[in-house]
T-cell receptor, first 114, second 115 residues
Framework: EAQVTQNPRYLITVTGKKLTVTCSQN?????MSWYRQDPGLGLRQIYY???????DKGDVPEGYKVSRKEKRNFPLILESPSPNQTSLYFC?????????????FGPGTRLTVT | KQEVTQIPAALSVPEGENLVLNCSFT??????LQWFRQDPGKGLTSLLL?????REQTSGRLNASLDKSSGRSTLYIAASQPGDSATYLC??????????????FGTGTLLAVQP
């Protein structure tokens, strides 16, 4: 089944403890991105990747890192999480980077930082 | 800067009623507009995608319209059912050279269909 998977689905952590949220897609998609969703603010793009080893900042990249060493994986790294990073995170992928390609979303990861 | 607004933020209707969800955007230079459905714990499901050259798209009981010049889109749901209860999001893609596949989302409308 074609899908985008994220792990973990739920995570509660403490301030400053490094964590990684994994994202994997099995559709051989070139483009992958991370969004965060907050009440009243909608989904906002954090980082995106147009292909292996090609990543760039989205609208809210502060406090996050990403890597794209393999085409299928696009982990989101929080080196020193803070409470304002408590949010619902979505990974998405599309066949190409252009606007015509439909994006497929993962199920989301709910992160709480205390 | 493109801003996307959805009104109302929440809506409750009795089963069987027809309803309209609204989406407005500030910059008419869009490539396309997409409506999603969000269910708790299940991510986003694409419902309809309207290209900037199109006026509407239909899928089953759903009909989405686009008026690019006025910066508006509507999602019409006919004969609503309790299973339609979810959050509905609209999102636009910008139309300019070098644009990537970034979606700019509205804040959503939480729909509850009462049996």
């Amino acid at each position: 089944e074609a899908q985008v998977t994220q792990n973990p689905r739920y995570l509660i952590t403490v301030t400053g403890k490094k964590l990684t949220v994994t994202c994997s897609q099995n559709m051989n998609h070139e483009y992958m991105s991370w969004y965060r969703q907050d009440p009243g603010l909608g989904l906002r793009q954090i980082y995106y990747s147009m292909n292996v080893e090609v990543t760039d900042k989205g609208d809210v990249p502060e406090g996050y890192k990403v890597s794209r060493k393999e085409k299928r994986n696009f982990p989101l790294i929080l080196e020193s999480p803070s409470p304002n990073q408590t949010s619902l995170y979505f990974c998405a992928s599309s066949l190409g980077r252009g606007q015509k390609y439909e994006q497929y979303f993962g199920p989301g990861t709910r992160l709480t930082v205390t | 800067k493109q801003e996307v607004t959805q009104i109302p933020a929440a809506l409750s209707v009795p089963e069987g009623e027809n309803l309209v969800l609204n989406c407005s955007f500030t910059d008419s230079a869009i490539y396309n507009l997409q409506w999603f459905r969000q269910d708790p714990g299940k991510g986003l499901t694409s419902l309809l995608l309207i290209q900037s050259s199109q006026r509407e798209q239909t899928s089953g009981r759903l009909n989405a319209s686009l008026d690019k010049s006025s910066g508006r889109s509507t999602l019409y749901i006919a004969a609503s059912q309790p299973g339609d209860s979810a959050t509905y999001l609209c999102a636009v893609r910008r139309n300019y050279g070098g644009a990537t596949n970034k979606l700019i989302f509205g804040t959503g409308t939480l729909l509850a269909v009462q049996p």
